[in-house]
């Protein structure tokens, strides 16, 4: 199957730190990757997880577990334009991404 | 980075008419792109995946007849939406990948997108 679920919103205060879970169930996988979505915009690429673990970059932080078929993004230091949508995906067997439908997270001062 | 451009970014037409989306890859050769849709709120839905020199292959569900898509050099692939219709509306995004620099993640580099209104 193809299932990918993440939340539909969340929010957060600014400075403060947000974890933002995916799960997905796939019987063929190639990565889990998260990109970053302002309204009206292109995704742009944050973060890929092939390997269970944490990969840190910057104050974007992003982990997998592949055997709980888990990952999440960590976003530290929250700034009022990380306000955006977060998309989790993974790579499926074909190499095609699968797309969760998005977490809108809001950023409150 | 590798850049991808889509041309126009922002277009309204007439219910029946056909739009073409360009989508190029400015500083790399992309052997194999990719078109999406995405309604509001909603995910990023594939439309196709298409070869350069080859036919597209469309997702279930996605009219090849209505949804042309061409990829006749490795820069440049072009999706014609005929006979649009107002439920076409949308945003329409492409994505490419880069062999040199997708490499091991096979990342995707995306278009900034074209939204389509049809009156």
């Known amino acids: 199957g193809q299932n990918i679920d993440q939340p539909t919103e969340m929010t957060a205060t600014e400075g403060a730190i947000v974890q933002i879970n995916c799960t997905y169930q796939?019987?063929?996988?190639?990565?889990l990757f998260w990109y970053q979505q302002h309204a009206g915009e292109a995704p742009t690429f944050l973060s890929y997880n092939v390997l269970d673990g944490l990969e840190e970059k910057g104050r974007f932080s992003s982990f997998l577990s592949r055997s709980k078929g888990y990952s999440y993004l960590l976003l530290k230091e929250l700034q009022m334009k990380d306000s955006a949508s977060y998309l989790c995906a993974y790579m499926d067997s074909n190499y095609q991404l699968i797309w969760g439908a998005g977490t809108k997270l809001i950023i409150k001062p | 980075g590798a850049v991808v451009s889509q041309h126009p970014s922002r277009v309204i037409c007439k219910s029946g008419t056909s739009v073409k989306i360009e989508c190029r890859s400015l500083?790399?050769?992309?052997?194999?792109m990719f078109w999406y849709r995405q309604f509001p709120k909603k995910s990023l839905m594939l439309m196709a995946t298409s070869n350069e020199g080859s036919k597209a292959t469309y997702e279930q569900g996605v009219e090849k007849d209505k949804f042309l898509i061409n990829h006749a050099s490795l820069t440049l692939s072009t999706l014609t939406v005929t006979s649009a219709h107002p439920e076409d509306s949308s945003f329409y995004i492409c994505?490419?990948?880069?062999?040199?620099?997708?490499?091991?993640?096979?990342?995707?580099?995306f278009g900034p997108g074209t939204r389509l209104t049809v009156l």
């Open positions: 796939t019987s063929g996988f190639n990565g």
């Open positions: 994505s490419a990948r880069d062999p040199q620099t997708s490499g091991v993640i096979n990342e995707q580099f």
């Open positions: 500083d790399f050769q992309a052997t194999t």
